[in-house]
T-cell receptor, first 111, second 115 residues
């Protein structure tokens, strides 16, 4: 069975610093990988996805993610964090009909 | 394009009752998925519908059921409500063609409280 792990419940960074939110996955074959963000009292919003090709994927709001097949990771990154990036971030993996989400990582960006 | 809409946004029910939640996908999207989100269990997959057929089902009891109509709108029903069913129920829609690479677009959710 496939699974996805977000090893950090909470990530704190200072505004202007780079941020990384980690995600690792376990799935056979070639999965599709996604990042979503959830702001308070809202549904999830799509940020970016990896299907195939270039390992570095660029998405919305300046976010990017790096796919690493050997480490089965798909970490979310941003060069310079904003206070408005504070939210709950979910990594997801899809293989055929099966879609799984990580437990989420709460990102707090402090001024 | 209008986003995914869910009704109602908030709902309070008592144990033993049943509830029906509604979801209207983005125009042109044919796949609708439902998720339950709770602080303790995170985001858990309930089921996915495509062209009025259930394609996949998560590990939930039979009290949870759903359906999809010919216009792609979907409903989910929970019967004999339990306190543990209190959660945010999210609906997501996506295009679904030859693969599963399409991202999902989520509605704002229905907050169900069971007392």
């Amino acid at each position: 069975a496939q699974s996805v792990a977000q090893p950090e419940d909470q990530v704190n960074v200072a505004e202007g610093n780079p941020l990384t939110v980690k995600c690792t996955y376990s799935v056979s074959g070639n999965p599709y990988l996604f990042w979503y963000v959830q702001y308070p009292n809202r549904g999830l919003q799509f940020l970016l996805k990896y299907i195939t090709g270039d390992n570095l994927v660029k998405g919305s709001y300046g976010f990017e993610a790096e796919f690493n097949k050997s480490q089965t990771s798909f970490h979310l990154k941003k060069p310079s964090a904003l206070v408005s990036d504070s939210a709950l971030y979910f990594c997801a993996v899809r293989r055929d009909n099966d879609m799984r989400f990580g437990a989420g990582t709460r990102l707090t960006v402090k001024p | 394009k209008a986003g995914v809409t869910q009704t109602p946004r908030y709902l309070i029910k008592t144990r033993g009752q049943q509830v029906t939640l509604s979801c209207s996908p983005i125009s042109g999207h044919r796949s609708v998925s439902w998720y339950q989100q709770t602080p303790g269990q995170g985001l858990q997959f309930l089921f996915e519908y495509f062209s009025e057929t259930q394609r996949n089902k998560g590990n939930f009891p039979g009290r949870f059921s759903g359906r999809q109509f010919s216009n792609s709108r979907s409903e989910m029903n929970v019967s004999t409500l339990e306190l543990g069913d209190s959660a945010l129920y999210l609906c997501a829609s996506s295009l679904l063609a030859s693969g599963y690479s399409y991202e999902q677009y989520f509605g704002p959710g229905t907050r169900l409280t069971v007392t």
